[in-house]
């Protein structure tokens, strides 16, 4: 059975860090590539970052670009996601996923298995 658990998640003041992990037991993650998703109030989900099997491809939201970057560490079976100088509108709940292997790696759908989510408040 695939587990995907977030952790690192909080209330901070904007500018401030957070670092998000991502650990998943049940599969290796290593031939996968892996993303970052957050929801929130009221609206849909959308893509924030994502990193291919191998780590060398790297990808981001324009919302996000140049504070937060995504990294994997496969011997763990963890992928992270470092967030700099946090704004209000960053707030939501976030969420890991593994890709399901075809297609893009900003849609949502292409994802198989999700993480429950950790929540991000950042404040003004």
């Known amino acids: 059975q695939v587990q995907v658990v977030e952790s690192g998640g909080g209330s901070v003041q904007a500018g401030a860090s957070l670092r998000l992990s991502c650990a998943v037991s049940?599969?290796?993650?290593?031939?996968?590539?892996m993303g970052w998703f957050r929801q929130a109030p009221d609206s849909q989900r959308e893509f924030v970052a994502s990193?291919?099997?191998?780590?060398?491809?790297?990808d981001y939201a324009d919302s996000v670009l140049g504070r937060f970057t995504i990294s994997r560490d496969d011997a763990k079976n963890t992928v992270y996601l470092q967030m700099d100088r946090l704004k209000p509108e960053d707030t939501a709940i976030y969420y890991c996923?593994?890709?399901?292997?075809?297609?893009?790696?900003?849609?949502?759908?292409?994802?198989?298995?999700w993480g429950q989510g950790t929540q991000v408040t950042v404040s003004s």
């Open positions: 049940g599969r290796s993650i290593m031939y996968y590539a």
């Open positions: 996923a593994i890709h399901g292997g075809r297609g893009s790696y900003d849609t949502a759908t292409l994802y198989d298995y």
């Open positions: 990193i291919n099997f191998s780590g060398g491809t790297t």
